[in-house]
């Protein structure tokens, strides 16, 4: 069984809060124990706009009880009335995450049967200790860069064997692959998005995100590599055209990694393409049908080369 950070947090936070605010001879001390737990979440800016929106919602509740309670008195059609009122502001303020701390306080001062000073600064000071002490274990996140790292890692080495297993097909024409780095790539890709994106918010101040372009540039160079596949599936191997195509597909899988060798590899394929107008014409229609889509398949992978090009400046 895995235990979360955010698990931990709350374990940790709920029992200091409530030993806090019991400290300070609070009432009903016990509920900054849940203002904290309500508090905890998974990234600083949730964490940050979390808070800000219950302290929020908190303060107006305060200020409807002691208009409403003052007016119409203390019975349960009050606080119905009260959450009627209440709740349409909160929905038009976007503080709606604050209604259930919110509705804590508002049973607080609904059971102390008066609304004086000292009840609301009882309140906020649950309020404030509550919130506070998950503010302050939300500093901590976990560094995210060695699981970026790694996601990294194993995105490469599926292009890697995507890569190569297009070369064996070319030169051999078995389909044995079962195609598993295409769904693991897939995973991979969409998995990456949360990371950044969580990544992201753990660094309010940060303007940009090392990972967040490459990521981008792999899922658009997936997309070209899922459009080959089809192509290569169609290709009556056995051409010397496929040969020499398939010897460039295993020097760029043995090639991928987060540097830019793209320049080099444009070159070659240009040179490629050179060697290919200068070959006799087909013979049969099997032959130029072969001949076109390999043309297809060398556009396809030009374009896969340009966006890694693109993407960050050649290191060769």
């Not at 600083?44 to 979390?50: E, P, V």
């Not at 969409?190 to 540039?217: C, Q, T, W």
Request: proline share 3%; with cysteine; hydrophobic share 40%.
């Amino acid at each position: 069984m895995k235990i979360g950070y955010r698990t931990l947090k709350t374990a940790i936070g709920t029992p200091v809060s409530i030993w806090i605010a019991e400290l300070f001879q609070l009432d009903n001390y016990v509920s900054a124990g849940i203002l904290t737990i309500l508090c905890i979440q998974s990234t600083r800016k949730r964490s940050f706009i979390s808070s800000g929106h219950r302290i929020a919602a908190c303060l107006l509740a305060i200020l409807f009880a002691c208009i409403l309670f003052g007016l119409i008195g203390y019975h349960p059609i009050t606080i119905g009335l009260l959450l009627i009122l209440f709740i349409p502001v909160t929905v038009k303020f976007k503080i709606t995450s604050g209604i259930a701390s919110s509705s804590v306080i508002l049973l607080h001062l609904y059971s102390a049967g008066v609304i004086d000073f000292p009840l609301i600064v009882n309140e906020l000071g649950i309020i404030g200790i509550g919130i506070g002490v998950a503010l302050l274990l939300n500093l901590y996140m976990p560094s995210l860069d060695d699981t970026l790292k790694n996601t990294q890692q194993q995105l490469e080495d599926n292009f890697k064997s995507i890569l190569y297993e297009i070369s064996v097909y070319l030169r051999e024409g078995t389909q044995t692959w079962t195609g598993r780095e295409i769904i693991a790539t897939d995973e991979l890709l969409n998995k990456s998005e949360r990371l950044v994106a969580r990544d992201v918010e753990n660094h309010i101040f940060r303007g940009s995100h090392p990972y967040s372009d490459y990521f981008k540039m792999r899922r658009k160079q997936f997309d070209l590599l899922k459009r080959m596949l089809p192509l290569v599936s169609q290709i009556q191997v056995g051409y010397d055209q496929c040969y020499r195509l398939a010897d460039f597909f295993e020097s760029l899988s043995e090639s991928v990694h987060p540097g830019n060798t793209a320049t080099r590899h444009l070159e070659a394929m240009k040179q490629l393409k050179r060697t290919f107008s200068e070959d006799e014409l087909p013979k049969t229609r099997e032959e130029f049908e072969a001949r076109a889509t390999l043309f297809r398949l060398m556009y396809e992978m030009e374009q896969y080369l340009i966006i890694k090009r693109y993407f960050k400046k050649s290191d060769v």
